[in-house]
């Protein structure tokens, strides 16, 4: 009789256990598939904006299709807001991509896609945001703007400009050295008010190729020494146990048609937000590209 018991009580267990595993292996399973492709929505009504817009204006785009950085974007939130009220730039800051739209997209002069991840527009704003950068708009990403979730060849390779490979999972994050290359005007704003070295911890992505290769002009590369980059998760991705080298761009900036655009891989962890020089480099990079110097 107890051994009938005993058995009883291992198969349930062990019942238990496989259900355990199989939840573990679902949960983790979604969790991949909406950080690489995303859980898509769409947002196509119309925005109420006040008459202000249209001049020296940006809009913030925080939405989030994959995975969100949820801390990173509340976070910085009131400090695109500090920097644009102390320029008297104009920011209309939104989770809805509805105002990606004939008539309103063109009130801006700066679309800044603030962690945004996944598909965020469908087709036929796509191509409106498309074709507004190539007529002059100007275009800030952060860190997970530039990840691989989105989907859209243009936006990758030619908008961005490089092709996000992986980050470090168990050591994911880490205080970097960022140094500053200088570039052959030495009036440029950025060689002007950025400081040549900085330390900082975040969350460092490593890229396929240098953004070089596309023709961009890189502001800061990350010093790899004593870094770990292994992207293993789990029994995931074992192969993603690399860094770029000598050449490991931060940030770089580029024109795209008759526009601009800027990305910046920092962003991820909440903490980097506290950085004042950090918050130096985005407000830099939205007097850029926004054409507001």
Known sequence: ??????????????????????FAGIAMGAFIYKAK?????YETTPHTLDAKYGDKSILLLSKTNGFRHGEAID???????????????NLYATDDAGVFNADQLKLFDLVIFNNATGKVLNPDQRKLFRDYI???GGFLGIHGAG????QWE???DTLIGARFSHHPIKYHIQEGILNKEMHIDSSHSFNVELTPSFSIKDEWYVFYESPRRTGANILYTLDEADLDWNGALGP????????????HPVVWYKNVGSGRSLYSAMGHDKQSWSSALHKKVIEEGMRWAGGFD
């Open 147 to 150: 990840d691989d979730s989105h």
């Open 236 to 247: 995931f991705y074992k192969e993603k146990d690399f860094g770029m080298g000598d050449d």
């Open 75 to 89: 976070v910085s939130l009131p400090i695109f807001n500090d920097i644009a009220e102390s320029n008297d730039w």
């Open 1 to 22: 009789m107890q051994n009938v018991i005993g058995m009883k009580i291992i198969k349930y267990i062990f019942i238990v256990l496989l259900f355990i595993v199989l």
């Open 154 to 156: 243009w936006y990758t």
């Open 134 to 136: 190539l007529d002059g």
């Open 37 to 41: 492709f995303g859980f898509n929505s």
